[in-house]
């Protein structure tokens, strides 16, 4: 019975710590057609990123805002992932665009409202659960 107890409880355990990741599939969502390249800026890696790669890009057409994440754009795979515009490296007064959608590949974030890019001026990857910075990038007027 003591035997038996164990085992469950060893099991238990092992399914309660599963960790929650990000999707690693490769996506290749990209700019609005016609929109216009206004703000630019290279992935760096931040403290808890690794091979970080790609670029940055905010596009806008008609007064819409999108941030794109190259099509070469590759994070380390973290839990809680996501993609900020932020007023410094490490985010503490930032925009939340949202979930980071993969670590490879293309993918596109739209601006739900209206945001100052010369005071926001990085974007980020950045691990909410744990406040870790993963990546950023400067982005510079085009």
């Not at 808890?48 to 670029?55: F, L, P, R, S």
């Not at 190259?70 to 900020?84: A, H, M, Q, R």
């Not at 503490?92 to 596109?108: A, E, I, R």
């Not at 974007?123 to 007027?141: G, I, M, R, T």
């Amino acid at each position: 019975m003591k035997t038996m107890i164990t085992f469950i409880f060893a099991s238990f355990l092992l399914v309660s710590c599963v960790r929650e990741s990000t999707a690693t599939e490769d996506l290749m969502e990209m700019a609005p057609e016609n929109s216009v390249l206004k703000y630019s800026g290279d992935f760096m890696q931040g403290p808890y990123g690794n091979n970080v790669n790609g670029k940055a890009e905010i596009y806008e057409k008609n007064g819409v805002f999108t941030l794109v994440l190259n099509e070469n754009f590759t994070i380390s795979n973290g839990p809680d992932l996501y993609v900020y515009v932020s007023k410094e490296q490490h985010p503490s007064q930032f925009v939340s665009l949202g979930k980071l959608k993969s670590v490879n590949g293309g993918q596109t974030y739209t601006f739900t409202g209206s945001v100052n890019f010369d005071e926001y001026k990085y974007a980020v990857v950045h691990c909410q659960q744990y406040n870790h910075l993963f990546s950023y990038a400067l982005l510079e007027k085009k």
